[in-house]
């Protein structure tokens, strides 16, 4: 019932020729709000009481916009239904809801309108319309390869852990869609922390998450480039996503494991500190999921993980913050700036000002937003300092991660952790494009005049 309404709204706003970058802000909006009505039902809750309607959307936008951030225990007070429409709610978040339209036209063998190949062009940020029904697929075929293949490992993992076997499968598979689309929603009420030393379900979910953090484009080279035997050269992005994910894995295990080595991991296995550490590293810049108590951690841990929840994952994957490319290019301007060369350059390639610019923009826009949010929450709510900071950042990069504090936020903390969560699955540009009308650049430019910096 969800997906129909969905696809129905998706053709409705479709023909009124909204612009890529509203109907991406309408479809989430009428995917949230059927959600919403749908978690509110009696039938969605465990009590068989009707959830509040605060309390469902903030429900139904956490999980579109997989996030994972929960103000009703997802294991406790939902019933199967209304995990089921959560569940849900995290496929089509994961997928975008463009590309699952598509992606559902394309099953039933829909003609693809021209207008509707023009709008995936832009969401996919493809230069020419002739790769986008085949890259479509190929996002929904891997996107259901790694969902299943994860599934069936968790499976055989937990076997023996749970009443029955189609409990199990169910668990699995839950987690199984969570982890790949970045939304750590769980179906315990202890998050992941039960499975906390073993191995394989760890190396499972965070080989779930990496994949669907890195980004569909990257995935496609590195499939390529095995589906070919022999070496590929790999465009500049690819390159940056893999080599920035890698450090920011490596640098967040190592820095998490010397600020908690004395303190939360205190009575662990040195192997076990370091699968702790290094699966923390792993969900707090794109997942959500827990091993260890969030609140137990130290304040310059928390530091650490808003940060790493602040980056984020990669574009075109289903992971939040302002992305890693954005910050390699970043990087590459900084130290162009200290050599003082023009151009910003990755990997011998020249960087286009366009880009440069947009990096920045969407660093300070990102920067201003979560600054923003913050105070509003530090206003309305009375919690701590840094839990209001952490919930702020984690609502942004669609992260889920809680000291706990977000349960425990009034109405209008609520309402204000809501909006975030969809300003940052939207990105601060695409909202901003938008609401605001893009104007022609002017045939002129004013005089220069040098300002004095630093």
Request: net charge positive.
């Amino acid at each position: 019932m969800l997906v129909s309404r969905v696809r129905r709204a998706n053709k409705l706003v479709t023909l009124l020729s909204l612009k890529p970058a509203q109907l991406m802000v309408t479809s989430f909006s009428f995917a949230i709000g059927m959600g919403a009505i749908l978690l509110m039902l009696p039938l969605a809750s465990a009590s068989g009481e009707k959830t509040s309607l605060l309390d469902a959307l903030f429900t139904a936008t956490s999980a579109t916009c997989v996030t994972g951030l929960i103000v009703k225990d997802t294991a406790s007070h939902f019933s199967f239904f209304g995990q089921t429409v959560i569940l849900a709610l995290i496929q089509i978040g994961g997928l975008g809801i463009m590309t699952f339209s598509v992606s559902l036209a394309l099953l039933l063998r829909k003609r693809l309108e021209m207008h509707r190949q023009i709008v995936m062009q832009d969401v996919l940020d493809q230069d020419t319309l002739l790769n986008v029904k085949d890259l479509v697929l190929f996002i929904v075929k891997m996107t259901v390869f790694f969902e299943l293949i994860g599934a069936l490992v968790l499976f055989f993992l937990w076997q023996g852990r749970f009443e029955s076997k189609l409990t199990c499968v169910y668990y699995a598979l839950f987690h199984s869609v969570s982890a790949f689309c970045n939304a750590g929603f769980s179906t315990f009420t202890d998050s992941l922390m039960r499975f906390s030393q073993d191995t394989w379900t760890n190396f499972t979910i965070m080989a779930l998450i990496i994949l669907g953090g890195l980004g569909f484009t990257v995935v496609k080279d590195l499939f390529d480039s095995l589906r070919k035997k022999k070496a590929v050269r790999f465009r500049v992005q690819t390159k940056v996503v893999l080599i920035v994910s890698f450090s920011l894995i490596v640098a967040g295990t190592i820095g998490f494991y010397l600020l908690e080595n004395h303190h939360s991991l205190i009575g662990l296995k040195t192997k076990d500190k370091i699968l702790v550490s290094f699966f923390q590293s792993v969900t707090s810049r794109t997942a959500g999921f827990n091993t260890c108590n969030i609140s137990g951690l130290s304040t310059a841990t928390l530091f650490m993980i808003m940060i790493l929840m602040f980056v984020g994952g990669s574009p075109g994957s289903t992971a939040g913050g302002i992305k890693t490319t954005t910050v390699a290019v970043l990087a590459a301007a900084m130290v162009s700036g200290f050599r003082q060369k023009q151009e910003s350059e990755l990997y011998r390639r020249t960087i286009p000002f366009e880009v440069v610019r947009k990096a920045f923009s969407v660093f300070l826009i990102s920067l201003f937003i979560v600054a923003a949010f913050f105070l509003l929450l530090l206003y309305i709510e009375q919690e701590r300092f840094p839990d209001l900071m952490f919930e702020a950042v984690s609502a942004f990069g669609t992260v889920g991660l809680s000291t706990g504090a977000t349960a425990l936020f009034s109405q209008k903390g609520k309402i204000v952790v809501t909006l975030l969560m969809f300003i940052g699955r939207m990105g601060p540009l695409t909202i901003t494009y938008a609401f605001l009308q893009p104007r022609k650049p002017p045939r002129y430019s004013y005089a220069e005049e040098r300002v004095m910096i630093g």
